[in-house]
């Protein structure tokens, strides 16, 4: 994983506080995935816009400029290396930071070089709460 430490001064057992109005796009075709995601997050008082495949991603993220992107590598219609490119080569298209979300890790890695793509940062499915809420903690604005 690419993740940075806890930032100093938090723990596994708190909650970083991010500033109100918060938006996160989360490209997400799996309905479980998406309503883990969208609790997750909402404890963390974040705003949610789900996306079930990488077109509608793009689309969201040029109409709601989000504050992050939480990208699923494997998703129907456009997948998320493909968005990824799509958004990275759009110059009129808001840049927010995008974590990868797969449950291969491993082997999507090995599939490309994720940094050239623009991706700042991965995390595995399921997601752990408390590495989401560190890779949130360090690319989201504090409150």
Same mark, same amino acid.
């Given at each position: 994983?690419?993740?940075?430490?806890?930032?100093?001064?938090?723990?596994?057992?708190?909650?970083? +506080?991010?500033?109100?109005?918060?938006k996160?796009?989360?490209?997400?075709?799996?309905?479980?995935?998406?309503?883990?995601?969208?609790?997750?997050l909402?404890?963390?008082?974040?705003?949610?816009?789900?996306?079930?495949?990488? +077109?509608?991603?793009?689309?969201l993220?040029?109409?709601l400029?989000?504050?992050?992107?939480l990208?699923?590598?494997?998703?129907?219609?456009?997948d998320?290396?493909?968005?990824?490119?799509?958004? +990275?080569?759009?110059?009129?298209?808001?840049?927010p930071?995008v974590v990868?979300?797969?449950?291969?890790?491993?082997?999507? +890695?090995q599939?490309?070089?994720?940094?050239?793509?623009?991706?700042?940062?991965?995390?595995?499915?399921?997601?752990?709460?408390?590495?989401?809420?560190?890779?949130?903690?360090?690319?989201?604005p504090?409150a």
């Amino acid at each position: 994983m690419i993740s940075a430490p806890l930032p100093t001064g938090e723990t596994a057992g708190t909650q970083p +506080r991010f500033r109100a109005g918060t938006k996160i796009v989360l490209a997400e075709d799996d309905p479980v995935s998406q309503k883990l995601m969208n609790l997750l997050l909402g404890k963390l008082g974040i705003e949610v816009h789900i996306a079930p495949d990488g +077109r509608r991603a793009l689309e969201l993220i040029k109409e709601l400029s989000p504050d992050l992107v939480l990208m699923d590598m494997h998703m129907p219609e456009m997948d998320g290396p493909e968005a990824i490119r799509a958004l +990275r080569g759009d110059a009129q298209a808001p840049q927010p930071p995008v974590v990868i979300l797969s449950a291969n890790v491993f082997t999507d +890695r090995q599939s490309g070089d994720m940094a050239s793509l623009g991706v700042t940062d991965f995390l595995t499915k399921p997601v752990n709460r408390v590495q989401l809420q560190a890779v949130l903690a360090r690319l989201l604005p504090p409150a």
